[in-house]
């Protein structure tokens, strides 16, 4: 019986990770160009500024999935011989935070210049001899930043799903929204171009309730995972039905009388103690026969005791 699998994926999910990873860095590039045609016209709309911002953080997440996984396809040492799993949770907390703080400053920032009544002016700029609104190339970069995006994201969230990657998964459907902020931002400036100077404001407190709502729900899942809560479906609050086909499953050994069980997340997998208490003395063949088939259930459940106990731990 081997208490340590020496690989996290099955085959079959090995290739999905490497088309996320080629994805993360489509990503990164796209994102990358997208800051710096956003930096070139951002002129000073606060709606402009705040869409830039959420682009500049967008970053964050890709980037800690390509150095996640990175570090995670790391075999288990003695310094680590629970492995790196835990990588692509403290990368998950890092740009969940990272969300979270820049909210904060948007929010504040825009509801400063709502307050002071700031008329933000919205300039023109010679191309080819001719004047145009920065207004419009404004609202053209926006379009830069939504459509692709949207399409990454739509193409990573069932690999995040298979994956069982909450960063991935936060990453994509960050993406696939970002829609929103692109069409709240080119309200906000079409409403500067109509003489209504709080429009812009306006969208950019929109803009940065989004951030802060997301980065304060990321911030609040990551660290609830780093304390070793139960794991729990990628897109539901509800106990991971792995862990109850678990307890189902050690029931039905008729060497077992009843047991216990516990499991936590550690980034994609999950690590565990089954307590069980049995009908007499326990054959080790029995336990290498249960451990083999509880492993074969989901490739989730990554590492896991079997302990014969005379009374279930209060736990």
Not at 1 to 17: A, G, Y
Not at 23 to 38: A, R
Not at 98 to 106: D, E, P, Q, V
Not at 278 to 292: H, M, N, S, V
Request: zero cysteines; proline letters at 4%; aromatic letters at 12%.
């Amino acid at each position: 019986m081997n208490s340590i699998r020496n690989f996290e994926l099955p085959k079959h999910l090995r290739e999905t990770l490497k088309k996320a990873n080629k994805l993360e860095w489509i990503t990164l590039f796209y994102l990358i160009s997208v800051t710096i045609v956003m930096y070139l016209v951002l002129g000073a709309s606060q709606a402009m500024k705040a869409a830039w911002l959420e682009d500049v953080l967008s970053l964050v997440p890709s980037a800690g999935f390509l150095i996640a996984n990175k570090i995670n396809s790391k075999r288990p040492n003695n310094k680590f011989p629970y492995g790196y799993h835990r990588v692509f949770s403290i990368a998950f907390l890092v740009g969940a935070v990272a969300l979270l703080g820049m909210g904060l400053f948007l929010i504040f920032d825009s509801s400063m210049s709502l307050i002071k009544a700031e008329h933000p002016t919205i300039g023109t700029m010679q191309i080819w001899g001719y004047n145009v609104w920065m207004g419009w190339l404004m609202i053209v970069a926006l379009i830069y930043s939504a459509a692709p995006a949207m399409w990454l994201g739509a193409k990573k969230i069932p690999m995040a799903k298979k994956l069982h990657n909450k960063l991935l998964y936060t990453d994509s459907s960050a993406q696939k929204a970002d829609y929103l902020t692109a069409l709240a931002a080119i309200l906000g400036i079409l409403g500067v171009g109509l003489g209504i100077w709080w429009a812009d404001a306006a969208a950019a407190i929109f803009i940065s309730g989004s951030i802060l709502k997301d980065g304060f729900q990321h911030t609040k899942t990551a660290t609830m995972d780093l304390m070793d809560r139960y794991p729990e479906r990628l897109l539901a609050d509800d106990e991971d039905e792995i862990i109850i086909e678990v307890v189902q499953k050690v029931r039905s050994w008729p060497w077992v009388k009843d047991t216990k069980v516990r499991f936590r997340e550690a980034g994609q997998v999950y690590f565990g103690q089954i307590a069980v208490v049995p009908r007499g003395e326990p054959k080790l063949q029995e336990i290498e026969a249960g451990y083999d088939e509880i492993r074969n259930i989901h490739w989730k459940l990554h590492d896991f005791t079997i302990d014969p106990v005379r009374e279930l731990p209060d736990w």
